[in-house]
Nanobody
């Protein structure tokens, strides 16, 4: 079992920045690929970013490429999502997940409870 807890969400103006953290406990964190997903009201959950178990490979949705950066610190069992140039359309609940590392949510085994990010215009 892996338990995931997100933090760092909040309210920010358009153009601002936030950093989300996801702290993991349980089985070996460093053996899992990690991903961030988000779900806006009335919409399906969508892929945001993923990072390989070593941190050597990263992947981004086109909508966030160049603005968001995913990273991990295996010594701290934590994965991060640094978000810059935020837009109102980035408003969503953000979830971290452990598992497959692909863009498909079905490949992930463990999920956090989510962190609300609200971007005001």
């Amino acid at each position: 079992q892996v338990q995931l807890v997100e933090s760092g969400g909040g309210l920010v103006q358009a153009g601002g920045s936030l950093r989300l953290s996801c702290a993991a406990s349980g089985r070996t964190f460093s053996s899992y690929h990690m991903g961030w997903f988000r779900q806006a009201p009335g919409k399906e959950r969508e892929f945001v970013a993923a990072i390989s178990w070593s941190g050597g490979s990263t992947y981004y949705a086109d909508s966030v490429k160049g603005r968001f950066t995913i990273s991990r610190d295996n010594a701290k069992n934590t994965v991060y999502l640094q978000m810059h140039s935020l837009k109102p359309e980035d408003t969503a609940v953000y979830y971290c997940a452990a598992g497959g590392g692909s863009i498909a949510s079905s490949t992930y085994d463990y999920w956090g409870w989510g962190a609300q990010v609200t971007v005001s215009s």
